[in-house]
């Protein structure tokens, strides 16, 4: 058996077929012992790749794009989630959402796993012909701490994952407004990548790339109220109906697709967080994805 440690910015229902490939033995039939360590701040996933204790980070292809040419080498070899799984939770209201109607507004937006999430929300609103200059944003903090400030009156919208949205949307005087799976589009929201200077097995990533997509297909073929359970073992803080709900938005929208990155949603991904000063301007595929997924693209 090979051993192959994953270093992870956060732990959400959006990496299930990493845990769905542990749990049914999809890894160990690759020949290979996974370990998933969710790393708190996320960033000391970049410390794991550096010394050899990770073989692969799971997090969003801006860092490899935000490293390039400066300093450090990342590259891409599988993607885990084809969606951004967050949503826009509003006040009440019966009106239908139009993206123009945050004009003015101030947006709150989860922050304490990167600039991510800030920087989609702003290219959905350009890409509805709103420009994120008119907009207010408040970012860069915990989850917890935005929800309840939220609860409390702070802000007219907040950007938070799906299942903090669905909690939120309980309440009589909050509701969701958009979500980011169902209107965002196609993004290489989460994938693996690891370091150039650190030596890596690329039979090991293609295994580990192989068992993802045996995952993706098991979750596909079958209601997520079949592995209730496995969910509720997961994820035993979050009511269990919730997470069934959520996981079937998922698998309603192609969450989880394959494990190839598109090259199409990849391009979109690198204009978008070139139009956000991340990096100079949109990098080549090539430049960023390695592997079997440098050639053998999906559109």
């Not at 993607?79 to 006040?91: D, W």
Request: contains cysteine; glycine residues 8%; hydrophobic residues 40%.
């Amino acid at each position: 058996m090979t051993t192959f440690n994953v270093s992870a910015t956060t732990y959400l229902l959006n990496y299930l077929p990493e845990y769905v490939a542990s749990d049914q033995g999809f890894f160990t039939d690759a020949g290979l012992e996974v370990t998933n360590t969710p790393r708190i701040p996320w960033d000391l996933v970049l410390d794991d790749l550096a010394d050899g204790s990770a073989q692969a980070a799971l997090g969003g292809i801006w860092v490899p794009a935000m490293y390039h040419g400066r300093g450090r080498e990342l590259r891409a070899f599988a993607q885990i989630a084809n969606r951004a799984p967050f949503a826009l939770v509003g006040r009440a209201t019966t009106k239908p959402f139009d993206w123009p109607e945050l004009r003015g507004r101030t947006v709150t937006c989860v922050g304490a796993t990167g600039a991510s999430v800030a920087i989609y929300a702003k290219v959905l609103m350009a890409e509805n012909g709103v420009d994120p200059r008119e907009v207010n944003f408040i970012q860069d903090l915990d989850n917890g701490i935005l929800s309840q400030t939220f609860r409390g009156g702070m802000a007219d919208y907040f950007v938070t994952d799906d299942m903090t949205a669905d909690a939120l949307s309980m309440e009589d005087d909050l509701c969701i407004r958009s979500r980011f799976v169902e209107d965002g589009g196609q993004v290489p929201w989460s994938v693996y990548y690891s370091d150039l200077d650190v030596p890596v097995d690329p039979a090991a990533q293609a295994a580990f790339a192989g068992a993802l997509d045996r995952a993706m297909d098991w979750i596909a073929s079958r209601d997520a109220a079949e592995f209730e359970a496995l969910l509720g073992r997961l994820f035993p803080k979050s009511p269990a109906r919730r997470t069934v709900q959520v996981a079937n938005l998922y698998r309603a929208n192609d969450m989880w697709s394959s494990s190839v990155i598109p090259r199409q949603s990849y391009d979109r991904w690198q204009r978008g967080i070139c139009d956000n000063f991340l990096i100079d301007a949109p990098l080549p595929y090539e430049t960023l994805v390695t592997g079997r997924d440098a050639t053998r693209v999906s559109a």
